[in-house]
């Protein structure tokens, strides 16, 4: 671990990319103090930029998928040099190495990010959670050392939030996924409820309707899941959490709210409501 700070210039394009594209995240961040708050829009920035390569859609996915290996192999030459050239990845070099990070984490997001152009379907929840391991609870593990969460008790909550949050972007954007020929809902809940034919119409089923409800209840376990690491953080990283976990869970609220119409339009959370919530997990002792 280091004690050499993120300067604000070293991680202006990542928390750019941040402001840009996850907003949730971005408001819940303006909880932390100052001085964390780099940090986690360094570790953002690195996960949205692999995650531009795996989605651009004009791109031939084998060109992409070694875009993906290439970037993977570049990002650990660079973090056993110590630097790099890219703003993005200096950032999260830095990040690294003032925290004193396992690489093991990073290359377990990359591993689940190469598995989109290998894997386009998951046939039970197992394999999904697997895939999850890389993609969505690692980042949560990534998170506890920024958050000063560092008791072991810290990480399987941790973990559950990081699925809560995937899984709720993965509700929220079927009909995305859809299109890019991706379905990320267990093919056995798929099937236990008989909703097939709503993936290939698109249209909303009493079927579908009835698969949602128990997607979006396991998912609202996950979060539940998640309050026992409150117990390990304290302060603006507290709040932090509070907030992006209310923003984010609020989504499932939306999809409900439209009577799961997933494929027509996108579950937004107003911005009102955001608002509201942020001042509720910003000023909550």
């Known amino acids: 671990m280091t004690t050499e700070k993120l300067s604000k ?4 394009p990542a ?15 303006l909880l932390l103090s100052g001085d964390v708050r780099p940090y986690v829009f360094a570790l953002y920035g690195f996960c949205r930029y692999v995650d531009d390569i795996v989605d651009v859609e004009n791109d031939d996915p084998a060109l992409r998928l070694r875009k993906v290996d290439g970037f993977r192999e570049r990002f650990l030459t660079e973090v056993c040099r110590g630097s790099s050239e890219d703003p993005i990845l200096a950032a999260t070099i830095a990040t ?18 190469r598995q989109d152009f ?10 999904l959670l697997a895939y999850m391991d ?3 609870a690692v980042i949560g593990e990534m998170m506890l050392p920024i958050l000063r969460a560092d008791d072991p008790g810290a990480r399987a909550p ?27 809902i267990p093919e056995e809940d798929i099937e236990r409820f008989g909703a097939w034919d709503s993936f290939g119409s698109r249209r909303v089923t009493d ?26 953080l304290q302060g603006r990283a507290l709040r932090c959490i509070r907030a ?42």
Not at 210 to 231: H, K, N, P, Q, V
Not at 250 to 279: P, Q
């Open 9 to 12: 210039e070293v991680v202006a």
């Open 15 to 29: 928390r750019a990319l941040n402001q840009r594209h996850g907003k949730t995240y971005y408001l819940a961040s």
């Open 96 to 113: 690294i190495e003032h925290f004193g990070m396992s690489i093991e984490y990073f290359e377990r997001f990359l591993t689940s990010m």
């Open 118 to 127: 290998l894997v386009s379907r998951y046939p039970c929840l197992a394999d």
């Open 134 to 136: 890389g993609s969505a």
């Open 158 to 184: 941790a973990r559950a939030l990081g699925n809560a949050f995937q899984m709720t972007n993965f509700l929220r954007d079927i009909g995305e996924d859809l299109n890019r020929g991706r379905i990320y």
């Open 207 to 232: 079927e579908f309707r009835e698969l949602m409800a128990f997607e979006i209840a396991r998912t609202r376990g996950w979060y539940s899941d998640s309050f026992a690491g409150d117990d390990y």
């Open 244 to 285: 992006a976990r209310n923003l984010y869970a609020a989504i499932l609220d939306e999809i409900e709210r439209v009577n799961y119409d997933v494929f027509t339009a996108r579950a937004v959370v107003s911005r009102t409501k955001r608002v509201k919530l942020l001042i509720r997990a910003g000023f909550r002792p």
